[in-house]
């Protein structure tokens, strides 16, 4: 109705736009062009609106990929980004086994009581927001004194309450939904008291209190610098050291100058990411991940010419800022695969692009003989010097072979209560994923999908669009 439109969109914008039904784009993919949109007008007002302002079908086609998963593959292509809220991203070309799945226009319903948080709706912005991070103040306290079982209870409670109690839809909880709230897995006695005190006074005072205290305060600051983990930040801490002035000094004397290229050493990590630290802190706007996501991609073709690629990671799951920027790849040819990050970086480092190698690690060959995965990805985990205004980015690059480049997708995408429980999920039907396969149990035979869809089919779950895999606070 045009009043209920009114209510959302100004009436002579309105009419300056094709207002279309979805089935417009349903039909315009399932025929492959733009279709007229006088037919799929939102109102039938509209319908002249909707024919004059119509996109028109160019020689392009809408660009959904079929989904053939045994084909052979077919021509070089170029990479495909990922735009913001939507899963596929396909430029002309790339082999059809490497095509992003189709597009579930509507993503299917999924149960939101469901055990396993991979098979929940968990968006970007929780209902229950101000909930969640403060849990998460719980969990990241526990990560850094090293007791994991706490951690993971707090990020279980995270991804349950982030998006709803025992509803159909996402809901904030409200005082007279609590008992539901507290029925649920993983939101046991502490955790649903805690539920009550917030809904009651607007806070957690043990929260409130830990965000407060200076071991607290002292060990995070530390664990933000990359090469600090738990245990090191523990023990800076048990020396005395309080502050970046303290860990500055601490380094500094220690370790002496940051070197160029690529370092081997934690410390030598730490000595830079201190040293880029105003760089590092700093967020990526979605625009410079795809900026560089494109650059990177222009010299990964100059190496060698027809891969794939996908910007993973928080991007992918529509974060507007990302701390890192991570980017899985391939080339349709194994042989031509296997190198590449090596090559890729050599390339980068030599064009001053990449100023640092954190961390590089090549293939390994599986070894059928073991239940667990070696690594089969070539990683690096680099330091990039954006070319306009010099500032330092951290960008990991994973090269994957063909047949494990879906699951390297999945496995970088996260989050990371997401891919905890996928790996949950698999291991109760007899299987085990992680980034560079999936595995039976039972024989160890390897099973490699075509298709990022072909994961979650696998594995037994329904398909979860990325942008709702955002499990974490
Ligand atoms: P991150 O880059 O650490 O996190 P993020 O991209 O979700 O968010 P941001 O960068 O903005 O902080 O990890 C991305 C995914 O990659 C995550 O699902 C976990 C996975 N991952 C690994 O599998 N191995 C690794 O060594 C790292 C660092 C991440
Ligand atoms: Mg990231």
């Known amino acids: ?162 998006l709803t109690v025992n509803s159909a839809f996402p809901r904030k909880i409200t005082a007279s939904e609590r008992s539901e709230v507290q029925k649920l897995p993983f939101i046991g006695a502490k955790i649903s008291k805690m539920i009550d005190e917030y809904l009651f006074y607007g806070e957690i005072a043990e929260i409130e209190e830990k965000r407060k205290s200076e071991r607290f305060v002292s060990l995070s600051l530390f664990a933000s610098i990359y090469g600090i983990g738990p245990v090191t930040a523990r023990k800076l801490y048990d020396r005395g050291l309080r502050t970046l002035r303290d860990l500055e000094a601490y380094y500094e004397a220690d370790i002496g100058p940051a070197p160029i290229g690529q370092s081997d050493s934690t410390e030598m990590n730490i000595r830079i990411a201190l040293e880029l630290r105003d760089d590092l802190v700093q967020t990526i706007s979605r625009d410079e991940v795809e900026a560089i996501h494109s650059t990177i991609l222009d010299h990964l073709n100059a190496v060698e010419p027809g891969c794939v690629s996908t910007l993973v990671g928080g991007y992918r799951r529509g974060k507007p800022a990302s701390n890192d920027i991570d980017i899985v790849f391939t080339h349709p040819n194994t042989t031509s695969a296997k190198g590449l990050c090596t090559r890729l970086i050599a390339r980068l480092r030599s064009s001053g692009l990449v100023t640092h190698v954190m961390h590089l690690s090549s293939f390994h060959e599986y070894n059928t003989l073991r239940t667990a995965h070696w690594d089969s990805l070539e990683k690096a985990l680099t330091v990039y010097r954006t070319p306009n ?85």
């Open 1 to 162: 109705m045009r009043k209920r439109l009114e209510r959302h969109l100004d009436w002579n914008l309105a009419k300056r736009k094709a207002l279309v039904t979805p089935e417009w784009l349903r039909d315009s993919v399932a025929q492959d062009h733009l279709l007229p949109c006088a037919d799929y007008a939102a109102l039938p007002d509209l319908k002249e609106a909707a024919e004059k302002h119509c996109p028109r079908s160019t020689s392009q086609s809408i660009q959904t990929p079929s989904y053939k998963p045994s084909s052979p593959f077919p021509s070089p292509h170029t990479s495909f980004i990922e735009s913001p809220f939507r899963t596929a991203h396909v430029n002309p070309g790339p082999p059809a086994f490497l095509l992003p799945p189709p597009v579930p226009l509507l993503t299917p319903k999924l149960d939101h009581t469901a055990r396993f948080s991979c098979s929940r709706a968990s968006p970007l912005i929780s209902v229950n927001q101000s909930l969640c991070s403060a849990f998460d103040v719980l969990r990241c306290s526990r990560v850094l004194e090293g007791n994991e079982r706490s951690a993971l209870s707090y990020a279980r409670a995270i991804a349950r309450v982030s």
């Open 389 to 473: 205004d010099g500032q330092h980015r951290r960008v990991d690059l994973i090269c994957a072979l063909p047949d494990t480049y879906w699951t390297a997708v999945v496995g970088w995408t996260g989050g990371t209560t997401f891919e905890r429980d996928l790996r949950s999920a698999a291991k109760a039907i007899g299987l085990k994923f992680d980034s560079s396969g999936i595995t039976r149990r039972r024989d160890s035979k390897i099973i490699y999908p075509r298709s990022e869809k072909e994961v979650f089919d696998i594995i037994g779950l329904p398909w979860v669009d990325p942008t709702l895999r955002n499990t974490d606070a």
